[in-house]
Every structure is written in structure tokens, then in C-alpha cells.
Nanobody, 124 residues
Framework: QVQLVESGGGLVQAGGSLRLSCLAS????????MGWFRQAPGKEREFVAA????????DYAHSVKGRFTISRDNAKNTLYLQMSSLKPEDTAVYYC?????????????????WGQGTQVTVSS
């Protein structure tokens, strides 16, 4: 079992920045590939970014590439999402997820554990 708790969401103006964190406990964090997903009102959950177990390989949705950066600190059992140049369309609940199979993927069905989410609201 892996427990995930997100933090760092909030209200920010367009063009601003936020850093989300996801603290993991339970099963060894470093053995899990990790991902960030988001869900806006009335829309399906969508992939945002993913990172390999070691942190050396990352993948991003086209809509956030160049603006968001995913990273992890295995010593602190923490996953991060640095978000810059935020747009109103980035408004959503952001979720972190863990894949204990250890494979980096954009497919939400492959992830085994999910956090409760943190709200990000970007005003225009």
C-alpha cells in the first residue's frame, strides 16, 4: 500500500506559478513510477506528467510541456510539480498517482494508488 497526500494548490493569477507536492508513505516510494493527473469540472481526468523511479526519465502532456516540470526526491518520499506560466485552462483538481509496477506511463488505469487531490484555480 502507498498513501499519497497532495499539497500546494491554491488560487493564482494567469501567468503565475505554483509548486505542488505529493508526500508518499507506505511501500517504498523509489520503486514506484509516479504521475500527475488533473480533472476539470465536467471533464474527464487527464494526464499531466510522469516520472520514472529514478527520476531520470519524464513525460509531459502536450498542453503543459515547457511550462510544467515534474521531479521527485526519493530521500524525502516526495513528488513535485512545478507549474509556471499558468493559464485559466489549467484550473482543475490535481492528483498524484503511483504505479508500483514501476513503469512510466500516461495511462491512468495503470496507476495503483491515488491521492485525494488538490485544487488549482487560475484566474484571468
Amino acid at each position: 500500500q502507498v498513501q499519497l497526500v497532495e499539497s500546494g494548490g491554491g488560487l493564482v493569477q494567469a501567468g503565475g506559478s505554483l509548486r505542488l507536492s505529493c508526500l508518499a508513505s507506505g511501500r517504498t516510494f523509489s520503486s514506484c513510477a509516479m504521475g500527475w493527473f488533473r480533472q476539470a469540472p465536467g471533464k474527464e481526468r487527464e494526464f499531466v506528467a510522469a516520472i520514472s523511479r529514478s527520476g531520470t526519465v519524464t513525460d509531459y502532456a502536450h498542453s503543459v510541456k515547457g511550462r510544467f516540470t515534474i521531479s521527485r526526491d526519493n530521500a524525502k518520499n516526495t513528488l513535485y510539480l512545478q507549474m509556471s506560466s499558468l493559464k485559466p485552462e489549467d484550473t482543475a483538481v490535481y492528483y498524484c498517482a503511483a504505479d508500483d509496477g514501476g513503469y512510466l506511463t500516461y495511462d491512468s488505469t495503470k496507476y495503483d494508488y491515488w491521492g485525494q487531490g488538490t485544487q488549482v484555480t487560475v484566474s484571468s
